[in-house]
């Protein structure tokens, strides 16, 4: 039971004043809920802030900087009716001049808000155009009182479309009103030690920074709060592993037979690499403790192969495997690599998807639950509670940083002392595995199966797009197939970006059937056909959002271009990139940027042009971001976590660790009295699957 104490916070968003019916879908979008809660816009992070005790004069402020200038307001020039034309307004100050430019807003007003003759104080950017200084949209007009109420340092907020900052502003502040006074869940002497404020001050500071620092996530509140929430996922790993321990594990022993068919059907040699990994898992199946193993390896290293060969093991003992992926297209994709080998081998194999219904379903689940499955591929689709097996034995996850710890212990339940193998991708360092997972077992793919060339990789100023388009046209020409990423408008705080479908439309025009398009919020079906239409050759150009981020193989791929790279994070470029190179043939990747750089992005594109190894391009990019790459912070956001931030918050990490050891120690059931803020902070954190450990326990 939710204490009542957070029903405040559980509210749904419309309980706000100000926040009507018709803002739900745009708070959805910009929160990542459907029915977004007050609790999820008060940990919508600040991505940056402007610090507004920048007075410099007209003459002195930099262009694309934020600055509160203090101006006369001159005259006043209004479009003649019916033209697109702006708004001017002309201001100065002992300095020089300047034009406040408004576009379709009415003049009336603006004369009403900017008094000739009169001084005003506008908070915003200029820029230069034409050789004159010109703000456009000011952030802020203020008047000598609304500047008393100007706070020092305001912060700035991840938008989308159709929602302004100030609408955002102000919802967090009406949120702020409802926050609660909790219990303090923190221990009394590492709270003193760091001097955190308690929760409620908290949230309010790292909204309403007192100061720059306070504004970032190195400031104590944000801290604080990265805590909290590190503090509940350690509780809820602590908690599992009690279980795990108490539960014991079973020993899956094979004979070999199938894993001989597998290997033989197999078009290649198994690397290395894949050999180690191999072995260590059938060991780790044989022993007859929990098997918990992180099978890492780059994109195209092989992982998949490994994940069947241990299925055909558990298939020998007459067990079932299931593997979780996190989207619709790699469960199908999983299973297009699969089934032809397992069907070699002799090996039966299932989808479970969102899309599988009625008796299509109930097929696959009858299967399952006589165990004529041994192995079926899936999504979340699979932790549904009819979903029943005959004897499951090994859990696959794929790509688990997307998946909380309580679907992986979900889908374990469904067996008897299952065991636990999570591939992925994206390279973690060994802190960010303890923080997701808690201790595990560890396997790397390092060297890429053999036959792969490298990937030419350039980076292109966007205004040289004309001949992007006309080096995709001659790849095409020659039969090539390409990939052409575009960033999701819903995903950045700027609206200016190359949004996918309208990439598509230009390129249709361009080279007509032959490009297709793919993106997130197409259904399950949409997306899986685009897809296959690529995978076929019937389209060979594919406009795409980042939905084809992780996994997606098709071989014949030999062109990546990336519009607005400087936008994405080195690791997420790289399993972008490791999307081409795949076949035997040479592939290049195109990073398309819009000048100019900064420092950071263009060290990460340089780094990038430079180096195809996973592993090092990890350690760079949290190396970067250690760097005060401060307006990255969001997209640096730890996989599951609201206000942790792994460069910044390693500290936490540990502390919460020795904390979280410490009371499962002393009250493995958080039974005592004083344990009660801490199901507070569990039912805070949302981690459900904890407080269900603690009900069963
Ligand atoms: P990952 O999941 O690690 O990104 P996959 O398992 O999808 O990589 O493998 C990528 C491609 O490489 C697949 O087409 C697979 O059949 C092939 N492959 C895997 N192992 C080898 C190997 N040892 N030699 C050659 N090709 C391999
Ligand atoms: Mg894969």
Avoid at 81 to 92: L, Q
Avoid at 286 to 301: F, I, K, P, Y
Avoid at 482 to 499: F, G, H, K
């Amino acid at each position: 039971m939710r204490p009542d104490a957070l029903l405040p916070l559980f509210a749904p968003l419309t309980s706000l004043p100000g926040i009507g019916p018709k803002l739900v879908r745009p708070y959805g979008r910009l929160l990542g809920r459907e029915m977004p809660r007050v609790l999820d816009l008060l940990f919508h992070m600040p991505s940056g802030f402007v610090d507004r005790r920048a007075r410099p004069t007209i003459a002195e402020a930099l262009p694309e900087t934020d600055v509160t200038l203090e101006v006369r307001v001159d005259s006043h020039q209004s479009p003649p009716p019916g033209s697109r034309a702006p708004h001017r307004t002309y201001v100065s100050d002992a300095s020089g001049d300047m034009v406040v430019v408004h576009f379709k807003m009415d003049p009336a007003r603006l004369e009403h808000m900017l008094p000739v003759g009169q001084t005003r104080w506008l908070c915003g950017r200029i820029s230069l155009y034409d050789g004159m200084r010109q703000m456009t949209h000011p952030d802020r007009v203020l008047d000598a009182a609304g500047l008393a109420k100007l706070p020092a340092v305001e912060q700035v907020y991840p938008l989308v479309e159709g929602l302004a900052a100030g609408h955002v502003r102000r919802a967090i502040e009406a949120a702020l009103q409802r926050v609660p006074e909790l219990p303090e869940w923190i221990p009394a002497d590492l709270l003193a030690e760091r001097g955190w404020p308690a929760f409620r001050e908290a949230l309010a500071r790292v909204h309403r920074p007192a100061n720059p620092h306070e504004a970032t996530p190195a400031g104590g509140p944000w801290r604080r709060l990265a805590f909290d929430e590190l503090f509940a996922h350690q509780i809820t790993l602590a908690l599992l592993r009690a279980q795990e321990e108490k539960a014991g594990g079973r020993a899956t022993v094979g004979d070999g037979h199938i894993s001989a068919r597998l290997l033989s059907a197999l078009p290649f040699r198994l690397t290395g690499g894949q050999e180690q990994a191999v072995a260590a898992i059938r060991a780790d199946l044989a022993a007859d403790t929990r098997m918990l193993r992180l099978l890492q390896g780059d994109v195209g290293s092989g992982k998949t192969v490994v994940a069947l060969m241990a299925a055909a093991t558990v298939a020998e003992a007459g067990r079932q495997t299931a593997l979780m992926a996190p989207t619709e297209i790699l469960a199908r994709q999983h299973h297009e690599t699969i089934a032809p080998l397992a069907e070699a081998a002799g090996l039966s194999v299932n989808v479970l998807t969102g899309r599988e219904k009625g008796r299509a379903r109930t097929a696959v689940l009858t299967e399952l639950q006589h165990g004529r499955t041994d192995i079926v591929i899936g999504t979340h689709a699979l932790i549904q509670d009819d979903v029943i097996f005959r004897d499951l034995a090994l859990v696959v996850v794929d790509e688990q940083h997307r998946f909380g710890v309580e679907q992986r212990l979900t889908l374990a339940r469904k067996g008897e002392a299952v065991d636990m193998l999570v591939m992925t991708a994206t390279p973690i360092p060994r802190t960010l595995v303890l923080t997701l997972f808690g201790d595990m077992d560890s396997s790397e793919l390092r060297e890429k199966p053999p036959g792969r060339q490298a990937i030419d990789t350039r980076a292109i100023p966007l205004d040289r797009l004309d001949e992007v388009v006309a080096a995709a046209g001659r790849a095409l020409s020659s039969g090539a197939r390409a990939y052409w990423i575009c960033p999701l408008v819903e995903e950045t705080d700027t609206s200016d970006l190359a949004a996918a479908t309208e990439r598509f439309e230009v390129l249709k025009s361009i080279f007509g059937d032959k490009v297709g398009l793919v993106h997130g919020r197409m259904s399950g079906a949409a997306k899986d056909e685009a897809m296959a239409r690529f995978a076929s050759g019937e389209t060979r150009l594919l406009v795409a959002t980042t939905v084809i981020e992780v996994g997606v193989n098709v071989p014949e791929a030999t062109v990546m271009v990336i519009e607005h790279a400087e936008r994405f994070g080195l690791a997420q470029l790289h399993q972008l990139r490791g999307r081409v190179g795949r076949g035997d043939k040479p592939s290049v990747c195109l990073l398309l940027y819009r000048a100019p750089l900064g420092e950071t992005a263009k060290a990460r594109l340089a780094i990038l042009r430079e180096s195809q190894d996973g592993f090092r391009l990890a350690e760079e990019d949290l190396r970067l971001r250690g760097e005060g790459d401060v307006l990255g912070t969001r997209q640096s956001g730890m996989p599951g976590f609201r206000t942790a931030r792994l460069e910044f918050h390693s500290g936490e990490v540990e502390a919460a660790r020795d904390a979280a050891a410490q009371r499962i120690k002393a009250d493995p059931d958080l039974a005592a009295p004083e344990a009660a803020p801490l199901h507070t902070l569990l039912h805070l954190a949302e981690r459900d699957g904890a407080m269900r450990l603690l009900s069963a326990g």
